[in-house]
């Protein structure tokens, strides 16, 4: 199950979009779709999404800027961008502006399902880490202060 993970998936091909919806959402992942760059921003800007696809192509804009974009805003969110034009140097520029993977189309499902669920994995792992620290932290931080407090009753 997707543990309700939020995924936006950004193609303006409408059958690609209800596609890839419909078998995320069986998944038990919830899902949002763009058909567009602006589209996909507005979204983004209102609602938190673990994991976007992103077509290299889209109407508005190349899917390589709409990358950059959420690298800026949401560093955290797992990138994945697909095509239907494989190139070296697209793939390259995708990486350089933060994708997590690089997908061909038409798209092997049971393939994108495992790379989804990989990187959702490590993206927990990630959080559950940071949050350990952001206690551990705490804790050191809480010590120090009572340590102070007596130091400063006693004087």
Request: glycine share 4%; proline share 2%.
């Given at each position: 199950?997707?543990?309700?993970?939020?995924?936006?998936?950004?193609?303006?091909?409408?059958?690609?979009?209800?596609?890839?919806?419909?078998?995320?959402?069986?998944?038990?992942?919830?899902?949002?779709?763009?058909?567009n760059?602006?589209?996909?921003?507005e979204?983004?800007d209102?609602?938190f999404?673990?994991?976007?696809?992103?077509?290299?192509?889209?109407?508005?804009?190349?899917?390589?800027?709409?990358l950059?974009?959420?690298?800026?805003?949401?560093p955290?969110?797992?990138?994945?961008?697909?095509?239907?034009?494989?190139a070296?140097?697209?793939?390259?520029?995708?990486?350089?502006?933060?994708a997590?993977?690089y997908?061909?189309?038409?798209?092997?499902?049971?393939?994108?399902?495992?790379?989804?669920?990989?990187?959702l994995?490590?993206?927990?792992?990630?959080?559950?880490?940071?949050?350990?620290?952001?206690?551990?932290?705490?804790?050191?931080?809480?010590?120090?202060?009572?340590?102070?407090?007596?130091?400063?009753?006693?004087?």
């Open positions: 199950m997707g543990e309700h993970a939020r995924i936006l998936v950004v193609d303006d091909d409408e059958s690609i979009r209800k596609t890839i919806s419909s078998i995320l959402e069986e998944k038990g992942y919830i899902v949002d779709t763009a058909e760059g602006r589209e996909a921003i979204k983004s209102c609602s999404y673990n994991l976007v696809l992103v077509d290299i192509r889209l109407p508005d804009m190349e899917g390589t800027k709409l950059s974009r959420f690298r800026e805003t949401t955290k969110m797992v990138k994945i961008i697909l095509t239907g034009f494989p070296l140097q697209n793939a390259i520029e995708a990486v350089n502006k933060g997590d993977a997908m061909l189309k038409p798209v092997n499902i049971d393939h994108l399902l495992s790379v989804i669920a990989q990187h994995r490590k993206q927990k792992e990630a959080r559950k880490f940071s949050e350990q620290k952001v206690a551990e932290f705490i804790e050191t931080r809480v010590q120090e202060l009572d340590q102070e407090k007596h130091v400063t009753q006693g004087k």
